[in-house]
């Protein structure tokens, strides 16, 4: 782990914020608007970009706190809760994550496994430490990124659907464990996204990567912190991506798996 600290005094009575995956695409864009919101941060992320993303926050007027560590891996959980320590976290947004295309049978096991160990047990290990910070104190928000993927099965995305299916799930039944204790937990169900992520997943040929109709990342963390602090159960950006999950209720599974797995099929956007 490393860490380091912009502007590192806290002004007195500006609340704490946790962004996991806090680098670009999404988690830099809920970060941005928690530091429009009058909130300090400690962003997570691997890589040198969390450099140039804690500045451009600072230049927001938060006080930011970066660490650098691998949330795949059990002492990557525990870098960040040593880093919160003893201070109370108003806002926690757990969205570090990864995703993986192509075939199951071609996929490497390693890269699947990993991205359990991130977009799911990671999840679990981090939430564990806040809610019993949260609950404690009796105050907090919890705003996990799902996605819309929970909503079907995804072929050629075998992995990455099953997992934000089992954080969805964890989310919803999270939120109702915790009603009455002052902590509200919120779902961000976001569809196709310009963000590096269908890069990172080898996913540039197929119809979803490919195409130009993603939805801005900075409008998704504008609806996801919204809804968070309103303590809405779950939020779907876009007329699109409802449009989906509302289908979704009523089509059979066999049917939503062929559907996506028209977009996702390597080759299927040349």
């Not at 799911?120 to 996605?147: C, E, N, Q, Y």
């Not at 197929?206 to 303590?231: F, M, N, Q, W, Y």
Request: no cysteine; proline share 4%; aromatic share 4%.
């Amino acid at each position: 782990m490393s860490s380091s600290t912009y502007d590192a005094a806290h002004p007195a009575g500006r609340p704490l914020a946790l962004v996991t995956g806090a680098s670009s695409g999404i988690g830099l864009e809920i970060a941005k608007q928690l530091a429009g919101r009058g909130h300090d941060l400690l962003v997570v992320a691997t890589g040198p970009g969390l450099d140039d993303a804690a500045a451009e926050l600072q230049s927001l007027g938060a006080a930011v706190e970066q660490v650098r560590t691998d949330l795949a891996t059990r002492d990557g959980v525990e870098d960040v809760h040593r880093a919160i320590g003893d201070r109370a976290v108003a806002f926690a947004a757990l969205n570090a994550g990864v995703g993986s295309g192509g075939p199951f049978r071609d996929t490497d096991l390693d890269d699947d496994l990993r991205l359990i160990d991130l977009d799911v047990r990671s999840t679990v290990h981090l939430a564990k430490h806040l809610v019993r910070g949260m609950t404690a104190r009796g105050s907090g928000r919890l705003l996990f990124t799902s996605s819309i993927s929970a909503t079907h099965p995804d072929a050629y995305e075998a992995v990455y659907g099953a997992s934000k299916t089992f954080v969805q799930s964890f989310a919803k039944a999270l939120r109702r464990e915790l009603v009455g204790t002052g902590v509200s937990v919120t779902a961000l169900m976001p569809g196709p996204t310009a963000t590096n992520f269908f890069h990172r997943a080898g996913m540039d040929d197929t119809r979803i990567g490919a195409s130009d109709s993603k939805d801005d990342p900075a409008e998704v963390a504008r609806l996801g912190v919204e809804a968070a602090l309103a303590g809405q159960e779950q939020v779907v950006p876009g007329l699109p991506n409802k449009l989906i999950t509302a289908a979704a209720r009523v089509l059979p599974d066999r049917v939503k798996a062929a559907l996506h797995g028209a977009l996702a099929a390597p080759g299927s956007g040349r």
